[in-house]
């Protein structure tokens, strides 16, 4: 009997955090529903076939990454740049990682690699508190199984909502979606802008972006990625190092 009341009991403690990461997850899974049903409308005129769309939620499960390569697809960029260029902008995913391996190393390796599946920049925001803030963190595991799994699915949902409106209404590429792409992209980096190594590193990606429009296969983008990662990064560590060398004179 006592058996039974702990596999319940740990079964309710499993739901409840799962319904408690979905829960904090909300928020973000409301503000993803646009830019999904941005990315599953604008696939087909990008050259991209409903199936190849939606495999791409399903697999890569990464929104700026999809849009960067919907781009890069629509322009004609050649596959190795593609990769290239999605590969640095999700770079900052390693950081977000390094944050939560101290939490999670005790964990079998099935499910750190659900979780790095997993990560992307709503989930690690939501996440957070949990796992950062609180102690007790061993169950946050399945809090952080609810919230990703809400964002997976919402993202999933809205790719095939969009695709079939693309379907239905075909001439929507004629009401300015292309541009929509931009409007998207500003709309993800716009609350992320909070500090100096941000600002940084939007500006010089900006700059260079434009510096570098004349170049084949749309190589410009991927330099104006990795210089303003750099920027961003070098202005972290060196705020990082100015706080410390200050902590240390005082």
């Not at 009997?1 to 409840?16: F, L, P, W």
């Not at 902008?89 to 599946?117: E, G, S």
């Not at 991927?222 to 961003?232: F, H, L, Q, R, W």
Request: glycine share 10%; proline share 4%; charged share 10%.
């Amino acid at each position: 009997m006592g058996s039974q009341i702990s596999s319940q009991t740990m079964t309710d403690i499993k739901r409840h955090e799962m319904l408690e990461g979905a829960k904090a997850t909300l928020p973000l899974i409301i503000g993803a529903i646009p830019f999904g049903i941005i990315f599953g409308t604008l696939a087909g005129p990008s050259g991209l076939s409903a199936w190849g769309a939606l495999a791409m939620s399903v697999i890569v499960f990464a929104g700026s990454a999809q849009f960067i390569a919907l781009g890069l697809l629509a322009a004609g960029a050649a596959i190795p740049v593609i990769i290239a260029t999605t590969f640095v902008v999700n770079l900052r995913h390693i950081l977000y990682a390094a944050n939560l391996v101290p939490k999670v190393r005790h964990l079998p390796q099935r499910w750190r690699i659900m979780m790095a599946f997993g990560l992307t920049d709503e989930t690690f925001a939501a996440v957070s508190n949990r796992f950062l803030l609180q102690e007790n963190t061993t169950h946050a595991h399945w809090f952080y199984l609810g919230s990703w799994l809400a964002m997976y699915s919402n993202w999933v949902f809205c790719t095939g909502l969009g695709i079939g409106l693309g379907e239905l209404f075909p001439d929507m590429t004629h009401w300015g979606l292309d541009f929509a792409m931009s409007v998207t992209f500003i709309g993800m980096v716009v609350p992320y802008l909070k500090s100096k190594p941000m600002w940084g590193a939007v500006i010089v990606a900006a700059a260079m972006a434009m510096a570098t429009t004349g170049l084949p296969h749309k190589l410009g983008l991927m330099v104006a990625a990795i210089c303003g990662i750099s920027t961003g990064l070098s202005l972290h560590l060196l705020l990082k190092r100015g706080s410390a060398q200050e902590c240390s004179d005082e």
